[in-house]
């Protein structure tokens, strides 16, 4: 197994696909140091920033460090660090989604499925949306089921995007968004959003549209602010999108993540959004399966023939066992949806409450499995070297929100993810007092 050192960036994970290393890496070169960028987390990775290939490849890829998700979990399981970086439950999932899936891989179906994703599977998702959201997708033209999320993101963005166009993109922002768009020839175009409520204004969004743009990729609720956007935001997003002709791309993986009564509104059932969007959902959220990559994307007939041609080169199909489990699981009654947020909601209130008596400034959490704190409060916020001195010398491993960020930083915040047993989340809180010591 290749072990190469992987660092990552003191300013963002995506200093490496800057403009200003727009160009093909020479083989056989050392590694790339970029600019700003602080080797001050170096971790055994398989994948990283190490020696160069010797052949030239694509400097977009080639010269990106390790997500941070994988740094910080390689880093908490070499030092036995309680990790709250990556957003993972640490319980085993429900016992009956499993069962079906372990059944149909026994009993069922084990060679392709068809490309557009299982008969029964797509018309359970096109139920389950009209149950919960009021939508209504023909299960046999406007629903295809990819391999989790990220495929359907990339798709979306490979069928989308000719080289030249502007994508709108909203950050803080998941870590995949930035190099796909690039690698497809899109120029990102970013609304910046700032703690604590991580709002859209209209000036923000009228300096990012323009006569180029092709396209938004809007997630919400929103990783890592932990924030739902308000039905005036969706309608103020959705007037721009009109009115410079785009397509929305929207993330809503953690749609059934919401709390205290919270409920989300798809983009798409705002006006005039139904023929210019692509919704995408994730299994892996609503089930707490992290690991199980099962993606759902609607979206109207036209758009999503193109969708599927990019699907169809990309993965082509996806377990079929995995498929028929979640096709069992999205037509669950509505108290396992009920249960699923009630049980995050008490998880966020525990370790809410016990960051807050420890004195830790807390940022509430709207959905999501992540709470953030503000930790301007310890002197010169710096969210990397908390982070750092986090996991190395309390045993606790977090995000540091900045390496959402590709331009204009917001670097007083750290992310944990709360969807954690009670025991887990204890174990970090008695870690972190020692930070709170430290600093008096
Ligand atoms: N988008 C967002 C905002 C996410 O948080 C995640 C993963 N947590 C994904 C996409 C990826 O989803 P999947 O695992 O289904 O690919
Ligand atoms: N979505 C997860 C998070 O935000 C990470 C997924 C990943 O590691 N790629 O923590």
Redesign the pocket.
Known sequence: MMTDECQFSSASIFQGSGSDVRRHTRPGAPAAVLPGQEPWLVAKAVIGTGPQPTTAMNPIFAELPT?I??VM?RHARDTGAVNL????PDDPGPEDVRRKAAEAVIEGWNQYPPMMGLPELRHAVSEHYRHWQALDFDPEAEVMITSGA?EALAGALLALIEPGDEIVLFEPM???YLPLVRRAGGIPRFVTLKPPRFALTEEALAQAFGPRTRAVLFNNPL??AATLFSPEDLDLLASFCRRFDAIAICDE?WEHVVFDGRRHQPLMSCEGMWERTIKIGSAGKIFNL?GWKVGFVCAAPAIMRVLAKAHQFLTFTTPPNLQAAVAYGLMKEDGYFESLRRDLARSRDRFTTGLTDLGFDVIPSEG???LNIDIARFGDADDVAFCRRLVLEHGVAA?PVSAFYAEGAVKNVV?F?FAKRDETLDAALERLSGVVRQAA
């Open positions: 997500t998700f994988e979990s970086g990556q957003g993972f990220t998941y870590d995949a990783n890592p993986v992290t999501t499995y992540f995000i992310r993810c």
